[in-house]
Nanobody
Framework: QVQLVESGGGLVQPGGSLRLSCTAS????????MGWYRQPPGKQRELVAR???????RYADAVNGRFTISRGDARNTVSLLMNNLRPDDTAVYYC??????????????WGPGTQVTVSS
């Protein structure tokens, strides 16, 4: 089992940037299985960025061109760089691994998440 811990959230003004980090521990972790999800207030959790098995990346339309998923600086970490943030990006952000390229069901238990609030 893999344990996940997200960090880096906070309050940012519209147009600002944040970099989130996800640290994984335990056996079975693979960088190129990872993705970032978010859950806006009162809404369902959604997958916004992911690595594909071949190492390419894929993004939800709402964040494409603004968010970038990448390997983190430390071992077993994944980052999400978020630029040009908008109020509708406000959500709790989580990392996890979608079980397949067509099924976003998370492979592991959720971590605590990190709150991102975009507001002036």
């Amino acid at each position: 089992q893999v344990q996940l811990v997200e960090s880096g959230g906070g309050l940012v003004q519209p147009g600002g940037s944040l970099r989130l980090s996800c640290t994984a521990s335990g056996s079975g972790f693979s960088l190129y299985l990872m993705g970032w999800y978010r859950q806006p207030p009162g809404k369902q959790r959604e997958l916004v960025a992911r690595f594909n098995p071949g190492g390419s990346t894929r993004y939800a339309d709402a964040v494409n061109g603004r968010f970038t998923i990448s390997r983190g600086d430390a071992r077993n970490t994944v980052s999400l760089l978020m630029n040009n943030l908008r109020p509708d990006d406000t959500a709790v952000y989580y990392c996890n691994s979608p079980v397949s390229s067509t099924d976003i069901t998370p492979r592991w238990s959720w971590g605590p998440g990190t709150q991102v609030t975009v507001s002036s």
